[in-house]
Every structure is written in structure tokens, then in C-alpha cells.
């Protein structure tokens, strides 16, 4: 399916406010730039490459949510933004790469998300479609008082 790309690579709006990656992500608003895509990734993201797969790249996320023992991110190599664009091959490397990535890590229980296509719907900072496995860390200060707990935005209703 042939979907037709956002017109912007990236959305300030749904950047942290206040956080360093907020004026990050309104930098590259400007420069008019996909961060994710393969020719401009390593301008903007600083970490190692961990595993590089035929149809997607794993590494740490360079700016982790709060309260989190793992960040990682998963980047589709191609720019996509719709899940629809992915292939049947790129489905089940997603989820090879997903189990290396636990069983790294001995990631006992953790949260996969993947949002797509028009961020107002989504709640993400970047339109290239991409992945994140999250473990929260329960032993983080935070946890402590529940309701202080920072929100991620991944608009569900
Ligand atoms: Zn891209």
C-alpha cells in the first residue's frame, strides 16, 4: 500500500516539554529532516547501533523516558510511517529482533509499543515509523508516589 507521507518529519508538540528533546526535536523541525532515515541517523542519534537487521536497526533510545531500566528502539531502515507498508519479512524480523532484545536483557515483562502514521492521533515526536520496548524500573524513587508518575503520550481514546 502506498501511503502518503506526512508533511513533516517530525512533531514538536508531542516532544516532553521542558525536556532536552524537546528542543531537539523542534531543531530538526526546522533543518526540515527525517532523524530516522539511514543518511541523516547518525547526526542525531549518538548511540551505538546494536543489532542491524535487513529490514530494521535496534538500539537505545538517546533520551529514555524517566523511571525506565530499558529504552530501546527498533527503526525501520526504510522511511515508512504506516504499518501497513510493512512486509511479511520485516514482521517477523520485528519479532526476532524483539526476542534477542529480551532475552539480552532478561527482559521479564515490558511494554512493546508502536504507533504510526499522523502524530496528532499518536502522541510521537517522530513520523518514521519505529518501535519501542520499555522496561519500567519499580525500584525508581518514583514509583514510590504513583500519581507523580511522568505520562508517555501514545493516544489510545
Ligand atoms: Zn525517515
Redesign the pocket.
Given at each position: 500500500m502506498d501511503k502518503e507521507k506526512t508533511a513533516k518529519?517530525v512533531d514538536p508538540n508531542n516532544a516532553r516539554p521542558g525536556h532536552a528533546y524537546e528542543g531537539v526535536i523542534k531543531a530538526i523541525a526546522e533543518e526540515k529532516v527525517?532523524?530516522?532515515?539511514p543518511e541523516?541517523l547518525a547526526n542525531f542519534h549518538k548511540q551505538p547501533v546494536e543489532i542491524d537487521g535487513i529490514y530494521w536497526l535496534a538500539t537505545k533510545n538517546q533520551y529514555p523516558y524517566t523511571c525506565v531500566r530499558h529504552h530501546l528502539l527498533l527503526i525501520h531502515k526504510a522511511?515508512i510511517e504506516h504499518v501497513e507498508e510493512l512486509s511479511p519479512e520485516a514482521w517477523v524480523e520485528l519479532k526476532e529482533i524483539i526476542t534477542k532484545l529480551n532475552r539480552g536483557r532478561e527482559i521479564a515483562g515490558g511494554t512493546f509499543m508502536l504507533r504510526f502514521g499522523e502524530t496528532t492521533y499518536t502522541g510521537a515526536s517522530v513520523?518514521?515509523l519505529h518501535a519501542h520496548i520499555i522496561q519500567s524500573d519499580p525500584d525508581h524513587e518514583r514509583y514510590r508516589e504513583p500519581k507523580s508518575m511522568p505520562g508517555v503520550i501514545a493516544r489510545v481514546g
Open positions: 518529519y527525517c532523524p530516522f532515515c541523516q522511511h513520523t518514521h
